[in-house]
Nanobody, 122 residues
Framework: VQLQASGGGLVQAGGSLRLSCVVS????????IAWFRQAPGKDREFVAG????????SYADSVKGRFTISRDNWRKTVYLQMNSLKPEDTAVYHCAADQYGNGKSVDVYDYWGQGTLVTVSS
């Protein structure tokens, strides 16, 4: 399983971006997918996740109401729509996958993408 994240860039505060995570390999629909982010000098933190079975979603408190995670099993892609961006959202965003799993801990996920940089200017 390989993950390719894209869609990052430079945006002003209050703006929007949509990240994409394309997953190669078989049985995409059996994978829980999550987005994590890591700012310079900080630990990697959970942002949003979507389960494999019912596509139930979960979010970090810091992004609730602003970010939306979704999945397209036909395209093997997970999206993270980010609205009302803030400078504190600046980080490298990584997508991660785990077969039949989901959760907020980095330890849950076996497969990781390379990350895409999001920079929010004030």
């Amino acid at each position: 399983v390989q993950l390719q994240a894209s869609g990052g860039g430079l945006v002003q505060a209050g703006g929007s971006l949509r990240l994409s995570c394309v997953v190669s390999g078989r049985n995409f629909s059996r994978y829980g997918i999550a987005w994590f982010r890591q700012a310079p000098g900080k630990d990697r933190e959970f942002v949003a996740g979507i389960s494999w079975r019912l596509s139930s979603t979960s979010y970090a408190d810091s992004v609730k109401g602003r970010f939306t995670i979704s999945r397209d099993n036909w395209r093997k892609t997970v999206y993270l729509q980010m609205n009302s961006l803030k400078p504190e959202d600046t980080a490298v965003y990584h997508c991660a996958a785990d077969q039949y799993g989901n959760g907020k801990s980095v330890d849950v996920y076996d497969y990781w993408g390379q990350g895409t940089l999001v920079t929010v200017s004030s």
